[in-house]
């Protein structure tokens, strides 16, 4: 059925078709509105026995469904930002134990300072905790990525994230195709859990595993991993069929036939990425461009692949290693290792600044002339800047960080002497 419809709105509808069994969640922008209407349609009955848990936290609904999804539950939540670090004991837990448990996070920064608009710095913080991470570029990928999302995690015992771009996508409302609940059924099979609690056969689980079992455990997971790298094109293929489109996968080419450039991101920045290669293509400059769909775990070999006869990678990323660089890219280096291809790391989009055609082209310039500065702030105010680290040299007392470089855009009315 296609419909205009807000992203989060649209999400919802589809997870309601997934049929959760248990729903735990804190309100947290932008998620908000995906469990909002979501508790809405179980207070109707609309989800059949689904039970909607109202906590008191983060940390208390991912706890909430370890308990549900152990006994035996589908089971989904969702968040951003800071709540996501508030459950981030919760995080590891749900991996270490296997659960095959749902998770929308619609990306925010983290603070501080305080920002609620969009970069990927919520994920990236826990991207090793053991979650398989999921990256949608629109809505409509969003949608289709939590039916794909059920039957990966269940299929393998392994946690889920679905990531999508906070305000991006969650606010925005275009077209989508919602499938019904019955086409739904037919490429999700019920769930079976691989572990399950019972009481006339009592076990305890998360229990302590000293240092001559733990790097096995680890192993385990890490394996789990490997095999989703295996089964993610599987279940795309088979998801293409039925439903009739493409979506998901580990990594998606955008006319890389004949690119000497490569960039290469993750999210809804990869649509305007699409429309500078179709501007520089017409001007015959051979860049083509590589979205990563499946982030954890990152699926070195098919990128490695996909990157064969480039000269240059570019790494646009909305996401900051203090101290080090990019995240992201240090994993394409990997992947590259023993290959002589220069990768850049473009660092954008942070806090929610907006990432333009005419910035990304005039990056793409800068890139093939050798002049980026490693790592490159993609639109870094300069001024602000060099004077923010003027004051801090001659004050002692140089007082916030934050406040200062507001006043000193005009963004809090009276300017910093």
Known sequence: MNVQMEGSQAVAEILARCRPEVIAAYPISPQTHIVERLSVKVARGEIGRCQFVNVESEFAALSVLIGASASGAR???????????????????????????VMTIANR??????????????????RDAGWIQLFAEHNQEAIDLHIQAFRLAEALSCPVMVCMDGYVLTHASEPVDLPDAAHVDAYLPPYQPVQLLDPNDPVSIGAMVGPDAFAEVKYLAHHQHLRALDLIPELTQAFEQHFHRQSGGLCSPYRMEGADIAVIAMGSVIGTIKDVVDELRRASIPVGCIKIGCYRPFPMLRLRGLLEGVSRVIVVEKDLAVGVGGIVSADVQLTLSGRQIPVHTVIAGLGGRSISTSSLKQMIVEARAER???????????????????????????GPVAEHILRTMNVMGTKVS
Request: net charge negative; charged share 20%; proline share 4%.
């Open 372 to 398: 980026l500065t490693e790592p490159y702030f993609l639109d870094l105010n300069k001024t602000v800047i060099e004077q923010e680290l003027a004051r801090r040299r001659d004050i002692r007392r140089a």
């Open 109 to 126: 920064a983290v603070g501080a300072p305080i920002n609620i608009w969009n970069d990927h710095s919520d994920s990236m913080a826990l």
């Open 75 to 101: 089971t989904y939540t969702a968040t951003s930002s800071q709540g996501l670090l508030f459950m981030a004991e919760a995080v590891y837990n749900a991996a270490g134990l296997g659960l095959p448990i």
